[in-house]
């Protein structure tokens, strides 16, 4: 018998495809079957009647539905997305699917710094009906600004609506559970806490949620190596740089997983996670190779934001190399820097931050990853007594008494 799927059944019946998926849950449509992701209808099926009244359907009010043409949680990082410049043409794309397009617009707006547009789109979308993966966007942008602003109340209402997502199955119950988990990590700072790797049904997600997957996991990797380095968490038999050094041998193959799955997104974040872990261990050539493409990838659609929020890795380098691509785009990143230290500051009262120089700052964050003076010395090709004279001013303004203490004020 021939089947067609419930998009296409949808399509013919005028209907969203979640009312048909839930047609096929409660058994209203005979011979439907499903196929993993995927709801296969005969081609000659009926329609299943309303039930309603007449009267009652004139009091239902129809609200927009947003259905991911992609099934991941961040529509912005999945193949959808694949190549620089094309930014405003997948906006143009959706255009049969507005909602969708406020989505990605939303995503894209954060990406590139704009919090305030970003939130003028997304906050209205909490209200509007969404299948399961619109309903995940929608929340995970949400607890992305919310983040960035150090928002405590948005952040809980980003949180409650994932939690509040229809799951059809016990298996979208475990994939809102893992969501949830990946972004409480980017709050936590016990890497103790952070379990939500240890999911065992990876090989069971959609192809789509592989690129979000793969950079969270790189962002998680490179966490335990920052905080093993500063000494504020231990791991069996590595210690110091140890991770760091393992880092990039790691996440390597994941940037040529993103490049084939074709998710511009995830390969920009994840190149400059990788970008800053070998000019931690000082290889300088491989550092800048991936900070050059990072920032290829990003300048054609002004991706500004993600580079802000990633320069606190890189300080003047990024400013550096950015001039040489677009002077206008390195001017921009550094004063979105600013102001999202500001808008940190403001919430956490902690002003010592913005107190240290550039030179401080990188100092302070080499320090605080267990590097020596004369090692740091050596990486910034200055004296070691202007190192040990930088130490000693960091200490004062900071108030702090040991190295290890500098990554409390650093980003």
Same mark, same amino acid.
């Given at each position: ?200 049904? &990876?090989?069971? +997600?959609?192809? #789509?949620? /592989?690129?979000? !997957?793969?950079?969270?996991? %790189?962002?998680?990797?490179? *966490? ?89 890795? &890189?300080?003047? +380098?990024?400013? #550096?190399? /950015?001039?040489? !691509?677009?002077?206008?785009? %390195?001017?921009?990143?550094? *004063? ?76």
């Amino acid at each position: 018998m021939d089947k067609i799927t419930a998009k296409q059944a949808a399509e013919m019946w005028g209907v969203s495809e979640r009312t048909v998926q839930d047609y096929c849950i409660k058994g209203r449509i005979p011979g439907a079957e499903r196929w993993g992701r995927t709801w296969m209808i005969p081609a000659d099926a009926e329609k299943p009647k309303d039930g309603r009244s007449k009267s009652a359907k004139r009091t239902v009010e129809r609200k927009p539905y947003i259905s991911m043409p992609k099934q991941t949680p961040q529509i912005l990082m999945s193949s959808f997305y694949s190549k620089p410049g094309t930014a405003e043409e997948c906006i143009k794309s959706l255009s049969d699917s507005p909602e969708t397009a406020a989505v990605f617009e939303g995503w894209l707006a954060f990406s590139r710094g704009d919090l305030t547009r970003a939130l003028d789109v997304v906050l209205p979308l909490l209200d509007v009906e969404g299948d399961f993966y619109g309903t995940l966007n929608m929340g995970m942008l949400t607890m992305a600004c919310a983040i960035w602003k150090n928002d405590a109340a948005l952040w809980r209402t980003g949180r409650v609506h994932i939690s509040a997502v229809a799951c059809t199955d016990e298996y979208e119950r475990k994939i809102r559970d893992l969501w949830l988990g990946i972004n409480d990590a980017g709050v936590l700072t016990n890497i103790q806490n952070l379990n939500w790797y240890s999911w065992s049904e &990876f090989d069971k +997600l959609p192809e #789509d949620s /592989l690129p979000a !997957i793969w950079f969270n996991y %790189a962002r998680h990797l490179h *966490k335990i190596g920052t905080y093993l380095a500063r000494g504020e968490t231990t791991f069996p038999d590595i210690q110091g740089l140890g991770m760091m050094r393992m880092y990039p041998y790691l996440v390597e193959p994941l940037i040529v997983q993103v490049n084939r799955a074709g998710s511009l997104f995830a390969e920009l974040c994840i190149r400059l996670l990788c970008a800053g872990a070998y000019l931690n261990i000082g290889m300088q050539e491989a550092g800048l190779h991936h900070l050059d493409v990072a920032l290829n990838l990003a300048v054609p659609d002004k991706l500004y934001g993600v580079l802000a929020e990633f320069r606190g890795m &890189f300080n003047t +380098l990024m400013d #550096d190399r /950015l001039d040489r !691509i677009d002077p206008e785009a %390195a001017k921009v990143v550094k *004063k979105l820097y600013k102001d999202m230290l500001a808008n940190w500051n403001d919430m956490t009262n902690r002003s010592v931050t913005i107190t240290l120089s550039e030179r401080q700052s990188e100092i302070a964050r080499l320090a605080s990853l267990g590097l020596t003076n004369e090692e740091i010395a050596d990486r910034l090709h200055v004296s070691f007594h202007t190192v040990k004279s930088t130490i000693s001013m960091i200490m004062n303004k900071t108030g702090t008494s040991k190295r290890s203490e500098f990554s409390k004020h650093i980003f």
